[in-house]
């Protein structure tokens, strides 16, 4: 009977464990919001930039769109800033039935507009590299926001060239 208490113990415990964490979770859930960007003004301004240095312009992907906003919510969600929360790039883009050539990806944390967070990417080399890569045609870009995250909005910017 003793291992019969003890078992249920630890069942008890492991519940009490997730009910507890489970309102943290579902909190920070519902403070999630999509932030309206305007793709076609981003497709403009990143085609400025890239004409200004050689590069050909831009165009808006409603996939892309579809595909960085996926990505912008699953950072938002787990509060954190990564390439691969939702895995990496190629893949995502492979399920999202996007047959790509060339692909790249900016993301971004804490910037309060689209405008920012594209002269963040201009400031750093390796986002710039991603702005101005050769052979991507099209972009899809997107942002969330949870209230209750340590940055507020989450940004993701996909380039990309279908095959």
């Given at each position: 009977m003793a291992m019969g208490l003890r078992a249920s113990a630890a069942v008890v415990a492991a519940l009490v464990v997730v009910l507890i964490s489970a309102p943290a979770?579902?909190?920070k859930a519902q403070n999630l919001s999509a932030v309206p960007v305007n793709s076609g003004a981003m497709a403009r301004a990143i085609s400025g930039y890239r004409l200004s240095h050689g590069r050909p312009p831009v165009v808006v992907s409603p996939r892309l769109n579809a595909l960085a906003q996926q990505q912008a919510m699953a950072m938002a969600r787990v509060d954190?800033?990564?390439?691969?929360?939702?895995?990496?790039?190629?893949?995502?883009?492979?399920?999202?039935?996007?047959?790509?050539?060339?692909?790249?990806?900016?993301?971004?944390?804490?910037?309060?507009?689209?405008?920012?967070?594209?002269?963040?990417?201009?400031?750093?080399?390796?986002?710039?590299?991603?702005?101005?890569?050769?052979?991507?045609?099209?972009?899809?870009?997107?942002?969330?926001?949870?209230?209750?995250?340590?940055?507020?909005?989450?940004?993701?910017?996909?380039?990309?060239?279908?095959?």
């Open positions: 979770t579902e909190t954190r800033l990564s390439h691969n929360v939702a895995g990496p790039l190629g893949t995502r883009l492979r399920a999202g039935g996007y047959v790509w050539r060339a692909a790249a990806e900016n993301v971004a944390a804490g910037q309060k507009s689209a405008e920012a967070a594209l002269a963040a990417w201009k400031a750093s080399s390796g986002h710039r590299q991603n702005l101005l890569r050769s052979g991507v045609t099209q972009i899809g870009i997107a942002a969330v926001r949870n209230g209750n995250s340590r940055y507020g909005v989450y940004w993701t910017l996909i380039l990309a060239r279908p095959r």
